[in-house]
């Protein structure tokens, strides 16, 4: 009996043994699982993962191309902790400083390939930020930050400042922009920042200093930019800042000065918000328009500060809903509508409102200009609670525009129809309104209400108002009497717009 009993107890122990070794193999995957996830490393050679030269920093170990290293292990292997990580990753790896690519930041050095690998790489992440630091200025060569295969709601953080190049071999036979931004949806500019086109190398087609410094450290071949200092900068000159084919385009905040041509420029843009954007440049600077529109609709231009060489802002063909208002201009030319129908084009400018305007010492306040021998239409204009102060020429429509000493007269004319002014005052220094209409086309449905301009020269005006082929209505008295404004419409003959081909928009 005690024999049955060290049996059975020995068997016992035996099935307990058996028992333990199987329950840990069972709980060996799991541990197993557990340590590996803890103990994972990325491949030192993953393409994706691979540190890059001259780049480095946290974008290249973590999210160069829009990939976290949760994203490269197998999905069996992520837990909640894998999880909070993964979202840390990627709101850190997200914003993408050019300094971590490669950027000086001196002013000196050639900081373009880090904006370009900078970009390349917040491209491929949706709602991802370019940050250009404060502290820092960037030379910066001609460069475009293109789509379409970019994802939205890209955002270009500019709180430092970026230069152009002043030495004409940058710029080989003449480039239409200097930063250019294309095909993209729903794209922010914003921030404290400065865009410095030096375009003062331009304006007087040669350089003006010598930036050469011999102190500076040149030993590095890639950290300095090589510029020719010698002989003309191109003829053409380049817009400081375009933006093309671009949907949902926000800019906001930021400064664009000394452009060598035109600061601010969309082309071919839907829904554009631009709103405390400073734009500074000498009044006697060439061309350099502040903000200039093209072919795009739907604008919106509040609390900027514009002072240039040329229009505040130029609004020009293929223009429609655009709406400005709390805007200060000045040194500039005003804000104009055209010139249109150059080289006999055709033209179509709609729906556009100007109001809440300060303008001081302008060449003209607010404006429309048209070539001869063009067609089209600008219809359905309002200019309201304008503010002049020592403005040559408040009030403008010259279908008569030439920029040159001599421009041949021809028939055919953009029409001007529905131009409405509402509350225009201040003081000017030459002509209080002028209305040049084309004889074939007249200018319809002007109206004129609350008008009080008065000349500089206190109980003198140098120049009275004019008026020609003008067609609209007076809607209250105005300062100075603006009688030249004919009542009602034209006679309807064959010699007028519609049987020349004006208004087909």
């Not at 053409?236 to 035109?262: D, E, H, K, M, W």
């Amino acid at each position: 009996m005690s024999n049955f009993k060290q049996s059975s107890l020995g068997l016992t122990l035996i099935v307990l043994i058996a028992f333990s070794v199987w329950s840990s193999s069972l709980l060996e995957p799991c541990e197993a699982r557990k340590g590996k996830h803890h103990q994972w490393r990325p491949n030192r050679g993953s393409p994706s993962l691979r540190q890059k030269k001259g780049y480095g920093g946290r974008h290249q170990r973590y999210h160069p191309l829009g990939h976290t290293v949760s994203a490269l292990k197998s999905d069996s292997y992520i837990t909640p902790e894998d999880t909070a990580v993964s979202t840390a990753a990627q709101k850190n790896s997200a914003v993408y400083n050019v300094l971590d690519y490669g950027a000086k930041g001196d002013g000196k050095a050639d900081d373009t390939k880090a904006f370009e690998a900078a970009w390349a790489a917040a491209c491929k992440v949706q709602a991802s930020t370019v940050n250009v630091p404060s502290g820092s200025v960037f030379l910066v060569q001609p460069i475009s930050f293109s789509g379409p295969n970019c994802q939205t709601d890209i955002v270009f953080q500019l709180d430092g400042k970026i230069i152009a190049p002043t030495g004409a071999g940058a710029w080989g036979s003449g480039l239409l922009q200097w930063i250019e931004f294309t095909k993209l949806e729903k794209l922010t500019i914003r921030g404290k920042g400065v865009i410095d086109g030096q375009g003062s190398v331009w304006w007087n087609d040669s350089p003006t200093y010598n930036p050469t410094d011999e102190t500076a450290d040149n030993s590095s071949e890639d950290s300095q930019i090589v510029e020719s200092y010698s002989g003309k900068m191109p003829g053409t000159r380049p817009t400081a800042l375009r933006f093309y084919g671009s949907n949902g385009v926000t800019v906001t905040g930021i400064t664009i000065q000394n452009s060598p041509q035109t600061h601010l420029k969309f082309d071919s843009c839907t829904n554009v918000q631009v709103s405390a954007v400073t734009v500074s440049s000498p009044g006697d600077s060439p061309n350099t328009d502040g903000i200039h529109l093209q072919n795009s609709q739907d604008v919106v231009i509040s609390g900027a500060s514009l002072a240039c060489g040329d229009d505040c802002i130029s609004i020009q063909t293929g223009c429609s809903n655009v709406f400005i208002h709390n805007v200060n201009c000045g040194p500039g030319h005003g804000v104009s509508i055209g010139g249109l129908g150059k080289d006999d084009t055709k033209a179509c400018v709609s729906n556009i409102t100007v109001r809440d305007v300060k303008m001081q010492n302008t060449l003209n306040g607010v404006r429309i200009k048209t070539w001869q021998g063009g067609s089209g239409s600008v219809k359905n204009v309002m200019f309201a609670n304008i503010q002049v102060s020592e403005v040559e020429f408040p009030i403008m429509i010259d279908q008569f525009y030439c920029d040159k000493s001599h421009c041949a007269n021809k028939t055919s004319a953009v029409a001007v129809s529905g131009i409405n002014y509402i509350n225009i005052q201040g003081t000017y220094t030459s002509k209080p309104a002028h209305f040049a209409c084309s004889d074939s086309t007249p200018c319809t449905g002007v109206s004129l209400d609350t008008i009080n301009l008065k000349s500089v020269q206190s109980g003198n005006h140098l120049y009275d108002p004019f008026c020609w082929e003008a067609y609209g209505e007076l809607k209250t008295n105005t300062v100075p009497p603006i009688d030249c404004l004919m009542k009602g419409k034209p006679y309807s003959s064959g010699s007028t717009v519609q049987s020349k081909g004006g208004d087909y928009c």
